[in-house]
């Protein structure tokens, strides 16, 4: 899929897939947003989100959600907790 001479570096390449997983997550989300208010599927979306934005940033598992989206450069959403 990408080129091993002078293709995206290695934090580049992450947040591309990165970027695929989140298209993959989301896809037809305004069909299912009305299951989104219920949290056993928020925080099924959410782990998902979590181990790429840890992969990203490659943090360890210790690390907080937030601040492995914030490092990932993954926007972080509204959460109501």
């Known amino acids: 899929m990408m080129p091993n001479i002078k293709g995206p570096g290695q934090f580049n390449k992450r947040k591309i ?8 997550v989301l896809y037809a989300a305004p069909i299912w947003a009305g299951a989104m208010k219920i949290e056993r599927h928020r925080k099924r979306v959410e782990r998902v989100q979590r181990k790429v934005a840890l992969r990203i940033a490659k943090a360890y598992r ?8 914030v490092v990932a450069g993954i926007p972080i959403g509204n959460r109501k907790r």
């Open 17 to 24: 897939w990165g970027g695929v997983v989140d298209s993959i």
């Open 62 to 69: 210790t690390v907080s959600t937030e601040a492995a989206q």
